[in-house]
């Protein structure tokens, strides 16, 4: 053994060099990673990267090579990661102070410029914690405290979304999703809030009542002028007959004994009377 080891010691020395630069030439990269070669610096390939409904195991996931000792290797996950905002302040239109807590949903779509500009995946995550932070006050600062428990949450919630993907497409990211996880009031701001809005509900109200008094007003100035309308009209036609319908609608009236005797006394002359003269 030992004279096969010196006849042949340079080959397996060879063989063990071969073998060395074989295995650090090689890397494995999985499904849920994109690997960035980067030589001298400067990114010069991408294995395994991101595309957009790519089925498993159709992606470039696998074994691929390297140059040993001249290219380094840099992994970034393909899956889904998250920025968390901390709970900040926003005042609303209707001057509601909203302690706020959202979180966004990222990947990395473009691994080469990621590199380039952020170096990692903890530092984009850096990046965009402010920028979601300022873009989440720009957003409901627009927006009244009640607007959050509507569905005009969504659309507010979809501008945001916007809003940080353009800044975030700088470092090769993609915002997914963006969400809050509250929104509430300061200590002690709960009953004052309530408070105005039942004032507010109240002043509504009043508004609607006096609207509908107004209303009712114009509609009985309406009705009583077409009823003047009517009689006038109806006295023009036939002056007599209009007078003693009148009289018997008095009459009626006058003498109808609601819950007991009434007496009347009259001369026989009196002009109230008159109907009862004529034949």
Do not use: C
């Not at 397996?12 to 060099?17: S, T």
């Not at 990621?114 to 903890?122: L, N």
């Amino acid at each position: 053994m030992g004279d096969l080891w010196h006849n042949y010691k340079a080959a397996w020395i060879a063989a063990a060099v071969v073998a060395a630069g074989l295995m650090m030439s090689v890397i494995i990269v999985p499904e849920d990673q994109q690997a960035v070669v980067i030589r001298t610096g400067r990114p010069v390939a991408v294995y395994n990267p991101y595309r957009a409904k790519a089925d498993f195991g159709q992606t470039d996931a696998g074994i691929h090579l390297r140059v040993p000792l001249i290219d380094k290797v840099q992994r970034i996950d393909k899956r889904l990661l998250s920025v968390d905002m901390q709970s900040q302040q926003v005042l609303s239109t209707d001057q509601q102070r909203l302690n706020v807590d959202a979180y966004a949903r990222y990947r990395i779509i473009d691994p080469v410029r990621m590199v380039e500009t952020a170096g990692t995946t903890d530092r984009v995550t850096q990046q965009l914690e402010p920028i979601l932070s300022s873009v989440v006050r720009q957003e409901l600062g627009k927006r009244t405290f009640q607007s959050l428990l509507t569905a005009e949450r969504g659309q507010a919630m979809a501008n945001i979304r916007d809003l940080l993907d353009r800044e975030a497409r700088e470092y090769g990211a993609q915002v997914v999703d963006v969400r809050i996880k509250r929104a509430d009031l300061p200590e002690g701001a709960l009953e004052s809030a309530f408070a105005r809005m039942e004032a507010s509900r109240q002043e509504e109200a009043k508004t609607i009542a006096a609207q509908g008094q107004r209303d009712a007003q114009i509609i009985r100035a309406d009705a009583e002028a077409q009823a003047a309308k009517i009689y006038a009209d109806a006295f023009g036609k036939d002056p007599a007959f209009y007078d003693f319908y009148r009289s018997m609608q008095s009459y009626r009236v006058a003498f109808a004994r609601d819950g007991g005797a009434k007496t009347f006394v009259l001369s026989p002359d009196n002009a109230y009377l008159k109907h009862f003269r004529e034949p």
